[in-house]
């Protein structure tokens, strides 16, 4: 059995009805256009330029070939993809994206569509590298960090865990409050997954903004690198030019990089501190080959500032940073909107895949309504799924704290649940291969209502299964939602004898409330989503040893299970013990 996780595993069936991403565009991995939905009358032109038009002034054409100037040792990704060679960090991609060949990966990071943060120290300590970029799976980050009025290292690390366990592809510490380093450290040493950071937070703990300048810029990113960070948010792209714009709007500046960078601007009567020194910016990341996630300092932060003149100037910034960064062989992604109203989100998005030359674009949200403040990681998720289908490589995570406070353990999980969502849906609409196999597979176990092999499934298994079992017992052929005389699955399977591995006379006459929900089911849908990982899976698999189903699947699963008859010794058998369980209890 492919003991990878099912996302990472290839795909197996075909389909009989739709197929994935039927009305997406072709695959076409190698060109500009992999996995991307078909372009609405009016949207911006591809660019038809790609990091290969942006090459080193030192390096040469020879048969063909890029050469590298004598004694050239590449570092970075980027550096050893213009050259033909093959990293392990490539290969272990392709390993988690079965659809792509580590080839495949190789020639997408050369021309700049796709990114593999991996900072050289982290590499060398628990990272396992992940790639960003349109022609693999839509990657899903999420924000933690102490704030000066709560949290600290230890919880961030559990919200870490927390996230991880949730499916977080990528984690920004974004810290600006307790011992900043340390939390950082912790951070980094625990994640397998590549660490974001908004330096900037750092270099003006104990100094005002300011006083901000080269040297110090320099020296924290030179520390922040050595710590081991895989992509560094800068915001180099907001201009002297862009403030007036700003004026116009209803809520100004929203990126706390963005407002700093402005203040610092009109102190010093000069331009954008970041951008002045770009280039030695450039150096220092690519001697740890850290990935630049070039920011949106001018983000909208209201559906009435989108796609404004401050928005859609500082774009045109991020796209001369682009040039200049893959001229010094570093990795680039660009950071995205925002508040978006969800008909300009395709627009936006093939903007930027236009002037940053298809660039991976790295979006927040984007939130697509103002007016549900506690739900904004649903308002977001939605535009967070048009955004991956339109043009976004990874979704920034937004948790039902946003613009309120900051998230908690149990909204780091909503957040990456919701996301979760977003990048799965789009992978599905695009067509990316396999991805639509888990939907598949987990509507066979619905149609077929083997429950375990349903729960089994879900994304949040215990979830799902503390939901079924808070109503029914775990084999009737219905749940409660409708009742056995209305189960329109029961009578259609009823219809095609559709084979469970159950008998029909296992479906009960009527509908009853369980017998068989236990205490640690009871305490699960008490506290739902805010229980530890740990507690939960110990009720969980309480509850699973109690009905026998502790291995994967029932133990009168089709699967385990010769023939009906033993199917049926099997669960008159679950039953009896888990009626004397309850009764017991
Ligand atoms: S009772 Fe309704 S919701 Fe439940 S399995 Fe049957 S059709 Fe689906």
């Known amino acids: 059995m492919d003991q990878r996780p099912r996302s990472e595993q290839p795909s197996r069936r075909r389909s009989q009805g739709t197929n994935p991403g039927s009305f997406a565009n072709r695959a076409d991995v190698g060109g500009p256009r992999a996995f991307s939905s078909p372009d609405t009358p009016g ?32 570092i970075t990704q980027l550096e050893h993809a213009r050259l033909g060679i093959t990293t392990p960090e490539m290969e272990r991609v392709a390993q988690r994206e079965p659809h792509l060949t580590a080839d495949q990966v190789r020639d997408e990071i050369a021309a700049g569509r796709m990114v593999v943060p991996a900072n050289k120290v982290h590499l060398a300590g628990r990272l396992d590298p992940t790639a960003i970029g349109r022609a693999s799976r839509t990657k899903i980050n999420a924000n933690m960090g102490a704030s000066p009025v709560s949290s600290g290292s230890r919880e961030e690390v559990e919200k870490l865990e927390w996230a991880l366990r949730w499916g977080a592809d990528t984690v920004m510490d974004l810290s600006t409050g307790g011992d900043l380093d340390a939390t950082r450290d912790a951070i980094i040493k625990a994640s397998t997954a590549p660490i974001g950071t908004v330096p900037i937070y750092s270099m003006i703990i104990s ?17 922040q690198a050595q710590q081991g960070v895989d992509y560094f948010t800068i915001h180099a792209g907001v201009r002297r030019a862009h403030l007036d714009h700003v004026a116009q709007r209803l809520i100004g500046i929203v990126s706390r990089g963005g407002s700093l960078l402005a203040k610092w601007m009109l102190h010093h009567g000069r331009e954008n501190l970041m951008s002045e020194i770009w280039d030695d910016i450039c150096r220092l990341m690519r001697r740890y080959d850290v990935t630049f996630s070039i920011g949106d300092g001018l983000r909208p932060g209201g559906l009435a500032d989108a796609t404004d003149d401050a928005q859609l100037g500082e774009l045109s910034a991020l796209g001369e940073l682009t040039e200049r960064a893959w001229r010094h062989g570093v990795q680039v ?25 298809g660039a991976p674009f790295y979006v927040l949200g984007p939130l697509v309504t103002d007016v549900f403040p506690g739900y904004d990681h649903i308002t977001s998720a939605i535009g967070a799924t048009a955004a991956a289908y339109h043009g976004a490589s990874m979704l920034c995570y937004v948790t039902p704290k946003e613009h309120l406070g900051l998230p908690k353990r149990d909204d780091v999980k909503q957040g990456c649940v919701a996301y979760r969502i977003a990048a799965h849906s789009a992978d599905v609409a695009l067509g990316i291969p396999g991805a639509r196999d888990w939907d598949d597979e987990l509507t066979r176990a619905r149609a077929a209502l083997n429950w375990e092999k349903h729960f089994e499934l879900a994304f949040d298994s215990d979830t799902a299964r503390a939901f ?34 159950k008998d029909e006379r296992y479906a009960w006459d009527k509908p009853r409330v369980s017998d068989a929900l236990s205490p640690e089911q009871k305490q699960i849908l008490e506290q739902r989503a805010v229980l530890a990982p740990e507690e939960l899976h110990r009720l969980a698999h309480k509850t699973r040893t109690s009905l026998g189903t502790d291995h994967g699947q029932a133990a009168c699963h089709s699967d385990q299970v010769e023939d009906a008859e033993q199917a049926q010794a099997i669960q008159e058998d679950a039953i009896a013990q888990q009626n004397t369980f309850s009764d017991s209890n």
């Open 43 to 74: 949207m911006p032109e591809l660019s038809s330029k790609t990091a290969w038009d942006f090459m080193p002034d030192d390096w040469t054409i020879k048969d063909g070939s890029w050469r590298a100037p004598e004694g050239f040792v590449p």
């Open 207 to 223: 100094r005002s903004i300011e006083e901000l300048d080269r040297e110090c810029v320099l020296e924290c990113l030179e520390h």
């Open 333 to 357: 992604m660009i950071e995205g909107p925002g508040h978006v109203p969800f008909d300009q989100i395709e627009y936006n998005m093939k903007l930027q895949r236009q002037i940053c030359h």
């Open 468 to 501: 079924h079992d808070e109503d029914m017992d775990v084999d009737t052929d219905f749940c409660a939602m409708c009742g056995h005389d209305w189960c329109a699955v029961r009578i259609s399977k009823e219809i095609s004898l559709f084979v469970s591995g």
